[in-house]
């Protein structure tokens, strides 16, 4: 949530209309742009999001969450910071053998769908983008035509930082 937060706080700053949705639990608390709670199923929800937004940014299991992701006509990208087929290949280290292989199977197909289908990436540090940029290759999403007009792939894949607000805290309790 801090780096959903942030990008949203540094979109709306640009002067951009954000809205932030998530599918968990939604605290009201006073934010510079709209807070959302849809939760997976809540296809109408999702759909009135969609149909307002220019451009989609998601992370984690968005697209396997609301077909709508898949099939949209507007700008999606996704934010792959969180290599999720990697985290569960220690997360389900402590699993049976099975359901650990299901876990990291389930984990790669998903985020295989969203390096096949969305228009943008981002990631985390330039370590991670070498890394996404070999499975993006490997599905296909790097050839003749995204590298001819774009030989750095910059506008297949950007670094985003994750990181705290830039604005450090302030202690004001004595």
């Known amino acids: ?16 209309e954000v809205a932030l949705m998530t599918t968990t639990l939604l605290e009201p608390v006073e934010a510079p742009f709209a807070l959302h709670r849809v939760r997976p199923g809540e296809n109408a929800a999702f759909a009135e999001l969609e149909s307002w937004a220019d451009v989609i940014v998601f992370q984690g299991h968005g697209m396997a969450q609301f077909d709508l992701l898949r099939t949209t006509d507007k700008v999606v990208v996704a ?21 650990w292989n299901l876990r990291v199977s389930t984990a790669t197909a998903v985020l295989n769908e969203q ?27 790097v050839n003749p035509a ?23 805290p302030v202690h004001d309790t004595a």
């Open 79 to 99: 934010d792959i910071y969180d290599p999720m087929h990697l985290e569960m290949l220690e997360q389900g280290r402590e699993l049976g053998t099975a359901t």
């Open 146 to 168: 995204t590298y001819e007009s774009d030989p750095h792939l910059e506008r297949l894949l950007a670094v985003a930082p994750f990181g705290l607000n830039a604005t450090p």
């Open 115 to 141: 390096l096949a289908l969305a228009d943008f990436f981002l990631c985390a540090s330039e370590r991670q983008r070498l890394f996404y940029l070999g499975q993006l290759t490997t599905l296909g999403r």
């Open 1 to 16: 949530a801090i780096r959903a937060w942030n990008m949203a706080d540094v979109l709306t700053t640009a002067g951009n």
